[in-house]
């Protein structure tokens, strides 16, 4: 157990629908990333947050955005869903930011999303 | 842009040492290299973590040469139990100021009896 959870373990859901996934750091970490994992993609990194801002950004489309709030739990909302964004999405938590010291980054057990 | 590549699988026996390499030509300065493990339906789990030269913790080792353009993953006496997904993953790129993550494209690894 990493000590990250995230909520709901599994979503079904239709095209054109909107959801909210939710994860919850590890006790003391600033950090949050989002991270989606399908099978033609891989894993792909989403985007990041630290103590709630914005730290870095990766291949999240305009339909999809996140927020980090001041207990730090973290939020990914997918909008206008699509079959194609039907996958495994994983958050990750890490004590600083990006590029300070050794900053691993610590899975929950992901949310998997399917898209009907 | 650091690109990662890895061997799409390969196959073990028990009791063996496991080599997984990853190709990272592009790494920035400041990356760090990450190895996680991953079982099906499962988040990544860490396994290690390093810059340069050698690291070691009580599950694998971690070879980076000084060009930093490769890291090599070292599983000592693989057992059934290490069958899993092995990727890696570049630290922060800084590019006008921001960062970004690699993972690499994973490798299965298959351990026998």
């Known amino acids: 157990d990493s000590g990250v959870t995230q909520t709901p373990k599994h979503l079904i859901t239709a095209t054109g629908q909107r959801v909210t996934l939710r994860c919850s750091p590890r006790?003391?970490?600033?950090?949050v990333y989002w991270y989606q994992q399908s099978l033609d993609q891989g894993l792909q990194f989403l985007i990041q947050?630290?103590?709630?801002?914005?730290?870095a950004k990766g291949n999240i489309l305009e339909r999809f955005s996140a927020q980090q709030f001041p207990d730090l739990h973290s939020e990914l909302n997918l909008s206008s869903l699509e079959l194609g964004d039907s996958a495994l999405y994983f958050c990750?938590?890490?004590?600083?930011?990006?590029?300070?010291?050794?900053?691993?980054?610590?899975f929950g057990p992901g949310t998997r999303l399917t898209v009907l | 842009l650091a690109k990662t590549t890895q061997p799409i699988s390969m196959d073990s026996y028990e009791g063996q040492e496991v080599n997984i390499t990853c190709s990272h030509n592009?790494?920035?300065?400041?990356?760090?290299i990450t190895w996680y493990q991953q079982f099906p339906s499962q988040g990544p789990r860490f396994i290690i973590q390093?810059?340069?030269t050698k690291v070691t913790n009580e599950v694998a080792s971690l070879f980076i040469p000084a060009d930093r353009k490769s890291s090599t993953l070292s599983l000592p006496r693989v057992s059934l139990s290490d069958t899993a997904v092995y990727y890696c993953?570049?630290?922060?790129?800084?590019?006008?100021?921001?960062?970004?993550?690699?993972f690499g494209t994973g490798t299965r690894l298959k351990v026998l009896a």
């Open positions: 006790s003391g970490d600033l950090s």
């Open positions: 990750a938590s890490s004590y600083s930011r990006a590029g300070v010291g050794t900053d691993t980054q610590y």
């Open positions: 947050y630290y103590n709630g801002e914005e730290r």
């Open positions: 993953l570049v630290g922060a790129s800084f590019t006008s100021g921001t960062y970004k993550y690699i």
């Open positions: 390093g810059y340069k």
């Open positions: 592009n790494i920035a300065t400041n990356d760090y």
